[in-house]
């Protein structure tokens, strides 16, 4: 993901990790057998997301 918030090109990184508990895990495990989507993964990996551009936002302003 590119945020640029300045003039200058620096590449600025960040990386977020979010730990899934067991009850995630286990209705993923269904959702892989049965087919669909797994909304519980899709909740953390937009939560992933916000966090590593508010993270990409505060480097940049430091």
Do not use: H, W
């Not at 269904?30 to 909740?43: A, I, L």
């Amino acid at each position: 993901m590119i945020v640029n918030t300045t003039n200058s090109s620096f590449p600025i990184a960040a990386n977020v990790v979010i730990g899934n508990n067991i009850f995630s895990d286990i209705g993923a495990s269904y959702v892989d057998f049965f087919g669909g989507r797994s909304t519980s993964y899709e909740k953390k990996m937009q939560e992933m997301y916000k966090r590593v551009t508010e993270t990409l936002k505060q480097r940049v302003q430091a």
